[in-house]
């Protein structure tokens, strides 16, 4: 059984009580319970006790942009026996390498960077406005954010997932595309760039379609989507068809906050910031995807895809150095055995958050 219900009547909100504690008490249970965290893919479950000392539920913001989808079976999302395979199979992370994975920034060179670093600060900023977002500068203030106004609840979480995997969505798409047509036109290979970059296209996607078995956006968040997109893939367009470089380095600088979002809330489960998200079931594309196990916690999907947005930071910051006249390949397509140096790969092998530097590659 699949129903929509509305924020203000949320199970958790009545099951837990909350008061506040004084911070000290705070930070000394946060503490003790980083110490003690086991090293499994999950959190240590929160219990209703600890909750009760970080959150006051009782300042759960209602929820206009998103409401839920709560599923509460696999047996309820099955999507019926006609489902094509998809060409574009997940390479699969390793645990430890996955878990690595954090924010990193890659520093400001030149007037390209700049630029678009800035511009992309600046459309990060106005999403973050309009979505009620507030980014903690540190421990205290992700638990002060927690007992306020702003707190980030489920329904949030998602409208925030929602906008940002449909617009992250383009870049990949419009850039293959951009591809296809300088190579048919130019009579010139792509060198495997068309790949990777529908890959990345696929992989947003399947974010996309992720959340949306758990959320389902209200028609204001759709209305929004639509400007967005007509105005993003278009500007999109044109920047690539002028400049991929520059293009491609936006894209870097936009997957770093993907990485940025991702890590905070999964910071927040591990605190029980949002013991929605902790009890959220994962949904079964998600599982058949990224081969999760059938009792997999929507912990272990947000690793997934933080680390999935990490390997599109490389893959776009690292394009984004290469002559892209035609002269450089595409170094993730291809690993070349026979040279001993490090080279990027299709997993979490040899990451460089940065990106490759060009004379560090085989090309
Ligand atoms: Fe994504
Ligand atoms: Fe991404």
């Known amino acids: 059984m699949i129903y929509t219900y509305t924020p203000h009547r949320h199970i958790a909100r009545n099951a837990i009580k909350l008061s506040l504690k004084s911070s000290s008490n705070i930070v000394s249970n946060i503490l003790s319970r980083s110490i003690s965290r086991s090293l499994t893919t999950t959190p240590t479950p929160t219990s209703n006790h600890q909750q009760q000392q970080l959150l006051d539920l009782n300042h759960l913001p209602p929820s206009n942009n998103t409401h839920l989808v709560r599923l509460t079976t696999l047996e309820e999302q099955r999507e019926g026996e006609f489902l094509t395979e998809s060409v574009f199979k997940h390479h699969g992370y390793d645990i430890d390498q996955m878990h690595a994975i954090k924010f990193e920034h890659r520093p400001v060179k030149s007037p390209r960077d700049f630029i678009t670093y800035n511009f992309m600060k600046y459309l990060r900023k106005s999403f973050d406005y309009f979505t009620g977002y507030i980014e903690p500068i540190d421990e205290n203030h992700r638990i002060k954010i927690a007992n306020s106004e702003n707190r980030m609840t489920l329904e949030k979480w998602l409208t925030r997932f929602v906008v940002l995997e449909s617009i992250a969505g383009i870049p990949g798409a419009v850039a293959a595309f951009l591809r296809h047509l300088h190579a048919i036109r130019l009579f010139r290979?792509?060198?495997?760039?068309?790949?990777?970059?529908?890959?990345?296209?696929?992989?947003?996607?399947?974010?996309?379609?992720?959340?949306?078995?758990?959320?389902?956006?209200?028609?204001?968040?759709?209305?929004?989507?639509?400007?967005?997109?007509?105005?993003?893939?278009?500007?999109?367009?044109?920047?690539?068809?002028?400049?991929?470089?520059?293009?491609?380095?936006?894209?870097?600088?936009?997957?770093?906050?993907?990485?940025?979002?991702?890590?905070?809330?999964?910071?927040?489960?591990?605190?029980?910031?949002?013991?929605?998200?902790?009890?959220?079931?994962?949904?079964?594309?998600?599982?058949?995807?990224?081969?999760?196990?059938?009792?997999?916690?929507?912990?272990?999907?947000?690793?997934?895809?933080?680390?999935?947005?990490?390997?599109?930071?490389?893959?776009?910051?690292?394009?984004?150095?290469?002559?892209?006249?035609?002269?450089?390949?595409?170094?993730?397509?291809?690993?070349?055995?026979?040279?001993?140096?490090?080279?990027?790969?299709?997993?979490?092998?040899?990451?460089?958050?940065?990106?490759?530097?060009?004379?560090?590659?085989?090309?």
């Open 189 to 363: 290979r792509d060198k495997a760039f068309i790949d990777t970059l529908l890959d990345e296209a696929f992989n947003e996607r399947m974010h996309l379609l992720t959340f949306l078995k758990m959320a389902n956006p209200t028609k204001f968040t759709r209305a929004l989507l639509w400007v967005g997109q007509g105005i993003f893939a278009n500007l999109f367009f044109l920047t690539y068809l002028f400049s991929p470089k520059t293009a491609h380095r936006f894209v870097g600088y936009l997957e770093e906050e993907a990485v940025n979002t991702y890590s905070r809330c999964l910071k927040d489960i591990e605190l029980g910031l949002c013991p929605e998200l902790e009890d959220a079931i994962v949904p079964k594309i998600a599982i058949d995807y990224w081969k999760l196990p059938e009792n997999a916690k929507f912990y272990d999907l947000i690793q997934y895809i933080r680390a999935d947005e990490a390997k599109h930071r490389e893959v776009n910051h690292t394009i984004a150095n290469l002559q892209l006249n035609g002269e450089d390949r595409n170094p993730f397509a291809l690993q070349i055995k026979s040279d001993p140096r490090p080279q990027p790969s299709n997993t979490l092998e040899n990451h460089k958050a940065q990106g490759w530097e060009r004379k560090d590659l085989i090309l």
